[in-house]
Every structure is written in C-alpha cells, then in structure tokens.
C-alpha cells in the first residue's frame, strides 16, 4: 500500500481510480436465493456474463442488477479542477459519492492522497432549533474539522455567508438563501486538499454565487487544491475547470479539453452540410407570422461550412411571402460550440418583396471568429416607422459552420475560448514612452 502512495505521490497524483463499478439492486431487497448469488459471483470471478441475465435487456440493467458506474479509470493531478458532466442517471454523483467514501464500490479501487472534503448536499446536518454559530461547529465537526479549527475560521465563516447579524438566531428562521449561504461557507472553508462538489454553487443570490466561484477558483489555482465539480451550469464548469469528462451510461466517453466536453454533451457535435430545407422541426417556437417563411439555405462555391480566420461566407437563402411585404429584415444570433451565445448579426432592409418566393444572398463577414464550430439562428423581421420590429419567422439552427486556424495567426498566442472568449477583438496599441 505504500508503495501505491508513493508512486502516486511520484506522478502528483490526488485520485486514481481503476475498474470501478457500481452495482444497484432493482425492486424488493432480498428478491433473490443465496445460490443464485453464489453462482453470479462465481460467474464474474471468471469472467462470465450473470447466468440470469434476460435477452435484451439494455446494458446497464444486469439481470436484476443496474450499473450506476461500469468500469471507470480516472487519474486527477493535484491542483487540478476537474468538471464532471453528464445527462440525469449518467453515474456523477455516484462517482462523487464513492470517491467520497459515502458509499462503496461494488467492484474497483479508489486511491486518494489527501484530507477529502465533500459538498454532495449543502446544509446536511444544520439544526432548525440551533444558532446559526452552534450549526457551525456543528456542520464543521461533520464535515471534519476540529473546534479550533472552528475557532480559528469563525470569523472568515461568519463574514462570508454574509448572515452576520443573524448568527445567533436558530436557523429555521433563516429564508432558505440564508440557510444555503451559511453552508457553503462552512463547507468552503475547510483546510483540505481535495474538494468534492456537486451543484453547490448555485445557491443564494448572483453576487453570492460570483464570489462562491471566485472561493473555488482561488482554492485550485492559488492554493493548489483539488476540486472536482459536477453541474449542468455549462457556464460555471468553463470558467471553474481546466479539464471536463463527460459521464454515459456509466462510462466516460470523453476526458479532456473544457470546450470539446461540453460540446459532446450538448450534442453541438452536428454535421456540417452545404444545403439545409427548414421543416416545423427547425422551428421549436413555432412560426412567428403567416406572412413570410425561411424554406431554404445553400452554401455558395463551397464543398462545407468551414473557414479561415477572418474570412467571408456566402449563403443563398430561399423564402416564400405569403403577402406583399416591406422592410424586411434578417437577423442571425451566433452560439459558440459549448452553448455559449457570442452575439448576433443585423441585416440591411429590403424595401418590397413581392407575393411569391424569393431568394436572398447572405453576405456573413467572419472577422475576429476564433477557430472552432458556430451555430447560428436566423430571424425574419420587419421593421415600422417608429422602429419596432415585428418577427416574421425564425429557424435553429440556421447555420452550422466551422472556423479553422490560418497559418497567419501563428503570429499570435495559442488563443484560449476558455478564458478570453470566442471573439477576437482588434487589437491594442502599445508604445513605450
């Protein structure tokens, strides 16, 4: 075991986790006979499948067992922010809850150099009838400190929650933001090296959750812990974490790079195709008007969507009016590949279409597009004498294009989405004086 410990210590190694399971059992307890155990185990000791498992039944459900987790092998370096991401039933909080020696794996190991604290349910422990301050000493001694640990922290815990003049009122008298607040601030202080979250910081009001993400952005990177977050906030798990694995079935099915993750999961992963025809399913808001329809855009003197830095794209887009119109108007709404919306395009006005169809020519100027895949939605839209604009039809996703490094912007450093955004803006001027 020391031997294990030193060569994780070796490598800078917090976690190590290898062949994990975790088996749940379906319907009653106790359903089953010692001998159909016996021959399960004996099954899996030799590698076999479980002789009562049904036909066709889906993967994860084994005979009348599930598999919350199915084989997980995860390394996590010291100081490193780790999200973890997934649809409901994934496996997250089963992986966090197990890392957090909350429950026990049914097969695996899990390695861990370091004091683990864990926020699975902020709050757990707090006593209505007790002070806010005796829920402190409370809630700290659960999660592992000591009282003069307690002692020592009890002002910085007090002046974070931002409950101070409250502190000695029984916290059933507390709305539920205050409640919330004085639990993350209990569990954020700890003197830990490995810190385990899940969802907690969507709580209280925006500033708080602003300087919540700060507490845990400063507790890996300045202070070098380790944090592992799960959410489905897309926004906090970039601007928190360095790496992403995104969680399917039990499995992950991808380890890496923030903005690719987070890409897979919200299935922005489209292909890319130089036609699109716009049906009902492309319209999820449905139509905005019986005047005017987007039936139809091509891509023009090109294979696919995709561009060089600060390039221009050409689209021919077919429409149909329904009426004679006037002033009518085309707006594009751009979305990052994470779900991240960047901005939105305004078009000149065309002065009269008439009753029929109608192509027009889309001129879409790419300039300051960092390389990766876009989105884009496309609104039709008229526009009045007194300057309001009433929405003709609406199509998502209009456009689906990508952006790829050009050999001139080698000039520059690795541009980084994650933390600079998705535009690149022009550039400063700087001279010495």
């Not at 994990?20 to 099954?43: D, F, N, S, V």
Request: charged share 30%; hydrophobic share 40%.
């Amino acid at each position: 075991m020391e031997e294990k410990y030193a060569e994780m210590q070796k490598a800078g190694l917090a976690i190590r986790i290898r062949g994990l399971k975790k088996e749940y059992r379906l319907g009653q307890i106790g359903r089953t006979t010692l001998q159909k155990e016996i021959k399960r185990w004996w099954a899996r000791k030799r590698g076999l499948e479980d002789p009562y498992s049904k036909i066709g039944q889906p993967k994860r459900v084994i005979g009348e067992r599930f598999m919350a987790l199915n084989g997980i092998d995860l390394t996590i370096h010291k100081g490193e922010a780790l999200g973890i991401i997934g649809r409901n039933g994934a496996g997250k909080s089963t992986l966090l809850k197990i890392i957090s020696r909350i429950t026990a794996p049914s097969e695996g190991e899990v390695e861990i150099i370091g004091r683990v604290t864990s926020m699975l349910e902020v709050g757990t422990g707090f006593h209505g009838e007790m002070t806010g301050r005796e829920n402190v000493y409370l809630n700290g001694a659960i999660l592992g400190m000591t009282k003069a640990e307690i002692d020592s922290k009890m002002d910085e815990i007090i002046d974070f929650s931002e409950v101070g003049e409250f502190i000695d009122t029984p916290v059933k008298r507390y709305s539920s933001g205050m409640y919330v607040k004085l639990a993350f601030s209990v569990a954020a202080h700890l003197d830990n090296e490995i810190q385990i979250m899940d969802e907690v910081l969507a709580v209280g009001d925006v500033e708080f959750q602003k300087k919540c993400l700060q507490k845990m952005r400063a507790a890996a990177r300045v202070e070098g812990r380790t944090v592992l977050y799960v959410s489905h906030n897309m926004s906090t798990i970039r601007r928190l974490c360095d790496r992403c694995i995104v969680l399917d079935e039990g499995k992950i099915i991808y380890d890496g790079n923030v903005d690719k993750a987070i890409s897979l999961y919200m299935g922005t992963g489209e292909t890319l195709c130089r036609e699109i025809c716009f049906t009902d399913k492309n319209r999820p808001y449905g139509r905005y008007s019986q005047k005017f329809l987007i039936e139809r855009l091509m891509l023009v003197e090109a294979d696919m969507p995709r561009y060089a830095e600060n390039e221009k794209a050409f689209f021919d887009i077919d429409c149909k009016a329904l009426q004679d119109m006037r002033n009518v108007c085309l707006r594009m709404e751009f979305w990052y590949q994470d779900g991240t919306k960047i901005g939105s395009m305004l078009s000149n006005s065309v002065d009269t279409i008439r009753e029929g169809s109608c192509r027009f020519r889309l001129e879409i100027d790419l300039a300051g597009f960092m390389a990766g895949k876009y989105s884009a939605d496309i609104v039709a839209y008229t526009v009045g004498l007194n300057g309001m604009q009433e929405l003709l039809d609406g199509v998502y996703p209009g456009i689906i294009f990508e952006v790829e490094n050009t050999p001139e912007a080698d000039r520059y450093v690795e541009w980084n989405h994650q933390y600079w955004g998705h535009i690149r803006l022009r550039d400063m001027r700087l001279t010495l004086k």
